[in-house]
């Protein structure tokens, strides 16, 4: 595929040229560059920065994941005690090296692990370990202030060469944020890369734009900006719309504002809301400007629950070669102008495919997740295991939350006995099951789990048929 990324970056200047550049230079002393390599890396999984999380069962313990882009020398950070089993299971099983755990005393926001890593013990643990090393690299969930802020301190008290693997805050949420990222998809590749969009910024407002869209369209949508996993969405029937009272309308859209926490001025989209089942993910790394194009790492399906479709894992995506090839091309050229602005590391693009995927169709950019997430890590933890090069195909697998009542008060332990040989083991490449994100496991019956198959129907019963008569679930 041959694609002139150059373009797609010179496409972007309109919005870089809106950043400030005053803002930007203050991160630079920490920026990410090819000379830090070879430094130990603390990695933390701070996920305070994203609305409405807390709402999820046993988010507090998604700190931990942070475990799996660990290596031999290496720290990771969290709030919450790590599982001991786990941890053994992480070592000798999964032989992902020794690592030094750093506990940090949570504050008020058990998610914010980087302000509890500025804590005195916490912050004298990470600058020993730069120290001892001639400096660190911070490998972050996410690019946002608190962890900036936390290098700076480890620079100061250390002494040494400190980086950020992210993307500087401004440049973050450039990424994450819905308009912004839509406005990049249209400078970049046009308009009809996205779904209808209005905006508003009152439920009077609103109220009209979405009345304007269902003239249009079956179903429309309000989304907040920076919201994940569509927790920040609220759907309506077009045909509903029109037969509402205007005042129970506005005072619908009022509530759904008070719900989310809206600040009085940020933008509120409008959407169509497409009719389609069909939501794959891309998965890219960027290198910062001047060092190499962004790369492409997989194309995936993610696997969605209910109406609003919240996200509960991902598999290899099946879709026809030439959705993948769009998908591709559109990914790459969003991600060189992302690149442009000054975006580094881990991002993702969601998607939905509208038409015929064997006929006539048209891809749309839903956002972008410029940090780490739920098929990101995964992806990356089989890569590690299987040693997989670049260009090797990754075996079948389905990847997602396990959860049922009948495991809550279960140690992991426990889980591992029950598995048996079932447990993937990377030194004879036997067992069909990965293991991740325990945490939630003894109070919620919950944890994340990697199901292989040799063939997707396979993976697929793996995970829906097999591993529940294996834990004794059925």
Known sequence: MTLDLEAAR???????????????????????HDALRGLPVLHLDDVSAIPFLVDIEGVEEYQHRARLRAARGDLFAAVTAPNEAYEAYCRSRLRLG??????????DDPLAVAEACASESALEAIAERARDAGGLVLHPYMGIESVWELGRLVAERSGGRVGVLAPPPP??????????????VSLVLGPSYLVETLSGDSAEALADVLLDLATRHRRVALKRLRCASAMGNALFEAEELGAKDRGEFETEIRAFLERTEWDGAEEVLAVAWE????????????????????RLDGIYEQILEGERGIFVGSRPSGLPARVHDDLAASSLRAAAGLQALGYVGRCSFDFLVVGDPEGDFAVRFVECNGRWGGTSTPMALLDRL??????????????????????????????LAALGDEVFDPATGRGRY?????????????????????????????????????????
Not at 275 to 294: F, K, M, R
Not at 391 to 412: I, K, S, T
Not at 441 to 468: N, T, W
Request: aromatic share 8%; no cysteine; hydrophobic share 40%.
């Open 275 to 294: 009719d389609t089942e069909i939501s794959p993910s891309t998965q890219l790394w960027i290198p910062p400007a001047g060092g190499g194009d962004p």
């Open 98 to 107: 020794d690592v030094r755990f750093v506990p940090a005393p949570a504050g």
């Open 386 to 415: 299987l040693d997989r090069a670049d260009g090797q195909p990754r075996p079948p697998y389905r990847a997602q939350d396990f959860v049922h009542e009948g495991l809550a008060g279960a140690d992991f332990a426990e889980i």
């Open 434 to 474: 990965i293991l991740y994100n325990v945490g939630p496991l003894a109070r919620f019956g919950k944890l994340d789990v990697i199901a292989l198959g040799d063939s997707r129907p396979q993976a697929e019963a793996a995970m829906e048929e097999d591993l529940p008569r294996l834990l004794g679930l059925r």
């Open 171 to 184: 440049i973050t949420w450039t990424a994450n944020d819905k308009g912004s990222f839509g406005e990049l």
């Open 10 to 32: 010179r496409a972007a200047e309109p919005l870089a040229r809106r950043l400030d550049p005053e803002a930007l230079a203050a991160y630079a002393p920490l920026g990410w």
